[in-house]
Antibody
Framework: QVQLQQSGAELARPGASVKLSCKAS????????MQWVKQRPGQGLEWIGA????????RYTQKFKGKATLTADKSSSTAYMQLSSLASEDSAVYYC????????????WGQGTLVTVSA | DIQMTQSPASQSASLGESVTITCLAS??????LAWYQQKPGKSPQLLIY???SLADGVPSRFSGSGSGTKFSFKISSLQAEDFVSYYC?????????FGGGTKLEIK
């Protein structure tokens, strides 16, 4: 079965960087786009960007260019998102999601990673 | 970027009633629209894709309609577990923007 396992919660200082991971299993990792989504406490969903692991093609929302960097390791079927120059407004839950074995949609979601930015 | 305007932001309803949520796209997106349900503290769950198709395992009381720029999501005969948050997302072009969300509350 398709699973997306995200890395554990992070506590980071302002100005630091964190690298979140999303390990995929149960489908061909290189054949489906992986999206990343941000959700601040009590707020809605915000699209950060997506990566196609097959060739590394990436798309970003303008707001997150320079803030988020998406990469993928085909050998371990793991997608990564690095967040840089962290500030309090980066404190949020971050989700990865993939179509898995389905097309035209993001059916499968990770459990989310909580990032807390605090001095 | 395509803007998705979702309404209402919140709605009160009673058990057994039906509710409809609307998403308006700032430009045509064909039927490239998905609807998600999100329970508190949980990841979003896909309910509807391609505007009208029910995702696997989703109860038939959930339905979607629309194309172009106007889309609707309906829950018939509300159950207790349906009083959570719902989001639309356009998949026509990147960035794949979300609507602002709708929170359903029990009246």
């Amino acid at each position: 079965q398709v699973q997306l396992q995200q890395s554990g919660a992070e506590l980071a200082r302002p100005g630091a960087s964190v690298k979140l991971s999303c390990k995929a299993s149960g489908y061909t990792f290189t054949s489906y786009w992986m999206q990343w989504v941000k959700q601040r406490p009590g707020q809605g969903l915000e699209w950060i960007g997506a990566i196609y692991p097959g060739d590394g093609d990436t798309r970003y929302t303008q707001k997150f260019k320079g803030k988020a960097t998406l990469t993928a390791d085909k050998s371990s079927s793991t997608a990564y998102m690095q967040l840089s120059s962290l500030a309090s407004e980066d404190s949020a839950v971050y989700y990865c999601a993939s179509g898995g074995t389905t097309t035209m949609r993001f059916t499968y979601w990770g459990q989310g990673t909580l990032v807390t930015v605090s001095a | 970027d395509i803007q998705m305007t979702q309404s209402p932001a919140s709605q009160s309803a009673s058990l057994g009633e039906s509710v409809t949520i609307t998403c308006l796209a700032s430009q045509t997106i064909g039927t490239w629209l998905a609807w998600y349900q999100q329970k508190p503290g949980k990841s979003p769950q896909l309910l509807i894709y391609a505007a009208t198709s029910l995702a696997d395992g989703v109860p038939s009381r959930f339905s979607g309609s629309g194309s172009g720029t106007k889309f609707s999501f309906k829950i018939s005969s509300l159950q207790a577990e349906d009083f959570v948050s719902y989001y639309c997302q356009q998949l026509y072009s990147t960035p794949h923007t979300f609507g602002g969300g709708t929170k359903l509350e029990i009246k």
